[in-house]
């Protein structure tokens, strides 16, 4: 049975403004369906989105061995980088 930050899931998306694009990244925990972090951005950089990471890790203080993070961007370079980070 899965339980309050065990496991996690980031995903990143843009959308369509006046002024450009808005990239939006955000990590889910599963267990509860909440939004534990998230940033916006003007870019598509790692930074914003290892932002979103340490907003959910210092709002929620998982414990280490316990979480399962998973993204279904491994390929992009943003989470490759993400992954190298935790």
Known sequence: MIAPNQL??????????WQGFAYVAFI?????????GWRVGRHMHTE???????????????EPHRLVHHSDRGSQGEFNRLSQHL
Not at 48 to 62: G, I, K, M, T, Y
Request: glycine share 0%; proline share 3%.
């Open 48 to 62: 914003f989105v290892l932002d979103a990471l340490e907003l959910a890790l210092h709002s929620r203080r998982p």
């Open 28 to 36: 889910v925990d599963v267990y509860s369906r909440f939004i534990v």
């Open 8 to 17: 996690w899931v980031a995903d990143f998306t843009f959308v369509s403004t």
